[in-house]
């Protein structure tokens, strides 16, 4: 363990639900001493920045029960064991919105959490178009659909407005690529 890394003792699974597990590991530091470090295990989830054709952010607002608060986020959802990031993408988009992905682009694919959590985020981009069949939420997804313009949707990352990390990250990301590519989200 001289090159700093951790070793990992034992593990202990405290509880799991449909969507994630936490787990306690015994670990021995560098240097010989040993502690008990948890860790959120989770399949990850898909997270998708919609535009409309008129140039609208899709967007959701929804209950976030750790915050004990409303959000204003991307949809977005897990991925289910076996599935494409691509495919949990269309389906959450089209669950929580009622729209369509129309020119899905895998943007990027992150850790939310080193510290705490295996969690991966998987963002992409696309032209949502409207699907008169949906929404269709989860029993305990409880989702207002909002249309904002781009701008206004920067504006409220930079006042605070919007603060769930994959939604920032997808709206700074999409309005750089514009800037940068000169296409826009779309």
Do not use: K
């Not at 313009?149 to 990352?157: D, F, I, R, T």
């Amino acid at each position: 363990m001289e090159d700093g890394s951790w070793r990992t003792l034992g593990r202990e699974y405290v509880h799991r639900s449909p969507w994630c597990a936490f787990r306690v590991d015994e670990v021995e530091l560098p240097g010989g001493a040993r502690i008990e470090y948890g860790v959120l295990e989770s399949g990850g989830f898909a997270a998708v920045v919609p535009v409309t054709e008129g140039g609208d952010v899709v967007l959701v607002r929804q209950w976030r029960q750790p915050l004990d608060a409303f959000t204003l986020e991307l949809p977005s959802g897990g991925v289910d064991a076996g599935e494409e990031p691509e495919r949990a993408a269309r389906r959450e988009l089209f669950e929580e919105t009622g729209y369509r992905a129309r020119g899905l682009e895998h943007l990027v694919s992150m850790h939310t959490s080193t510290g705490r959590s295996t969690e991966v985020c998987h963002l992409f981009r696309c032209t949502a178009v409207r699907d008169e069949r949906g929404p269709r939420p989860e029993p305990t997804e409880f989702i207002q659909v909002v249309e904002v313009p781009l701008g206004e949707a920067l504006h409220l990352v930079s006042e605070g407005g919007i603060t769930d990390a994959a939604t920032v990250l997808g709206l700074l990301w999409g309005a750089n690529c514009g800037a940068v590519y000169g296409g826009g989200l779309h």
